[in-house]
């Protein structure tokens, strides 16, 4: 698989545009990862949609991403921020949605409507989308499911997926080919399955990741990899590979953090430099 070609007559839009719709009060290390995952990878332009405390957190340590604040109820976004998003949606961006979005245990909030919503609307203006973490168990719970598209890309670990399916986490780790194709072909859409051997299926085919290590199995290297693929997407790769290419370039950056901080020491925080670098190692 080749990298996005990067021609020298190019600007910041050349590399597409990123609206990444994440976190909330609890989770808003999930919307920095994934945010500066996405500008690590290559992409031109990225927006952040969150609330605004998420956004003053993460804005004072990525002055590289642009924000935009929108209406809060309780710890997430609210009702209201369906259209300020769908607002600022032009075509041809690329949208990522659900990483930290949860809203806190009891706390009132509209979220199953504004991710149904966001849905719908993203999905009649042809959007390409990865959906993620609360995107993928809020839309497990809804009967009347919005229909997506062979232009999104689901991501969930095993226990997410078997929300989607409603089947048992040893049933799908006994056979993660046939879940992730299972899946793929009841939601029409692309479906990495995350885990030791990462499986990305289609309709019509598979693939499975023979990158990463130990290093990724901690808190928040899930966000980097929405954020992976976001970026791949807005490069104009086709959904499939840069669910593939995604998956590979997580496992580089992983396994190259380990060699200098160990297995053990490395941080999701980490993974945006060596994305980084396992960019410069695929270069050559
Ligand atoms: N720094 C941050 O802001 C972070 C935010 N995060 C956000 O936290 C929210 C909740 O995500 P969680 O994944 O913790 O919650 P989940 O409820 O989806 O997962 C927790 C449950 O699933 C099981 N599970 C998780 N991964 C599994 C695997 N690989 N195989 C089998 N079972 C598995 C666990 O045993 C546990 O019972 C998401 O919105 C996510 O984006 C997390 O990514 C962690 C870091
Ligand atoms: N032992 C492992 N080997 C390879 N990759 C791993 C391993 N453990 C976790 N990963 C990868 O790390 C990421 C973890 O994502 P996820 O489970 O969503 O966690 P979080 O929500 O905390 O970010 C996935 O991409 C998964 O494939």
Redesign the pocket.
């Known amino acids: 698989m080749q990298l996005p070609f990067r021609p020298s007559d190019s600007n910041k839009f050349t590399f597409g545009n990123v609206l990444n719709m994440a976190g909330s009060l609890n989770?808003?290390?999930?919307a920095y990862l994934s945010s500066v995952s996405a500008l690590r990878v290559g992409a031109g332009y990225v927006t952040l949609a969150a609330i605004p405390p998420v956004i003053e957190s993460v804005a004072s340590q990525l002055p590289d991403a642009v924000y935009l604040p929108l209406p809060q109820c309780g710890s997430t976004m609210a009702k209201d921020a369906v259209q300020v998003i769908l607002n600022r949606f032009k075509p041809g961006t690329v949208c990522s949605l659900?990483?930290?979005?949860?809203a806190i245990e009891d706390d009132p909030h509209d979220l199953p409507f504004v991710v149904h919503a966001l849905l719908d609307g993203l999905m009649k203006q042809k959007a390409s989308l990865v959906l993620d973490?609360?995107g993928l168990?809020i839309f497990a719970t809804f009967d009347d499911k919005p229909k997506l598209s062979e232009r999104c890309v689901m991501t969930p670990?095993?226990?997410?997926l078997s929300r989607l399916l409603n089947v048992s986490?040893e049933e799908i780790q006994k056979n993660r080919i046939d879940a992730a194709r299972d899946a793929s072909k009841r939601f029409g859409t692309v479906v990495l399955l995350?885990?030791h051997r990462t499986v990305v299926a289609n309709g019509n085919e598979f693939r499975i990741n023979d990158t990463g290590c130990s290093a990724l199995a901690k808190?928040?290297s899930?966000?980097c990899l929405t954020g992976i693929i976001a970026g791949l997407l807005a490069q104009k790769v086709e959904p499939f590979d840069a669910a593939v290419f995604g998956a590979k370039i997580h496992g580089i950056a992983g396994e190259l953090a380990a060699k200098k901080l160990s297995d053990y020491g490395v941080l999701a925080s980490d993974l945006p430099r060596y994305i980084a670098k396992a960019m410069l190692q695929l270069q050559h």
């Open positions: 989770y808003r290390g999930a659900g990483c930290g979005i949860s973490a609360d168990n670990h095993p226990k997410e986490v995350k885990g808190a928040g899930g966000d």
